[in-house]
């Protein structure tokens, strides 16, 4: 059974950069044709999806925050990190990992927490 666990700061400062990874269990992330997105959920607000990294490295972001968002995949950990640079008090959200269909999210992490204050 595929499980996924995200590990988050918790809490961040304005401007910094906000670093969250996925731990996954119960299967390989460079599976062929594996993708993985990350998916937040602003306080009141709908899900937003991030962006994906493919099982080989290729990655896709929001266009609204292509500018600020990195994926990366760390094969020797079986995890997946994303990295939000510049937050502000807005990025302020449950973030999730998923696995990703491409026209659903298969299997998804309990999600991490994270404010944005000084």
């Known amino acids: 059974q595929l499980q996924l666990q995200e590990s988050g700061p918790g809490l961040v400062k304005p401007s910094q950069t906000l670093s969250v990874t996925c731990t996954v269990s119960g299967g390989s992330i460079t599976t062929s044709p594996t993708t993985w997105s990350w998916i937040r959920q602003p306080p009141g607000k709908e899900l937003e999806w991030m962006g994906h990294?493919?099982?080989?490295?290729?990655?896709r972001y929001s266009p609204s925050l292509k500018s600020r968002t990195s994926i990366s995949l760390d094969t020797s950990k079986n995890q997946f990190t994303l990295k939000l640079r510049s937050v502000t008090p807005g990025d302020k959200a449950v973030y999730y990992c998923?696995?990703?269909?491409?026209?659903?999210?298969?299997?998804w992490g309990q999600g991490t927490r994270v404010t944005v204050s000084s």
């Open positions: 998923a696995k990703d269909l491409g026209w659903r999210f298969d299997y």
């Open positions: 990294i493919v099982y080989d490295d290729r990655t």
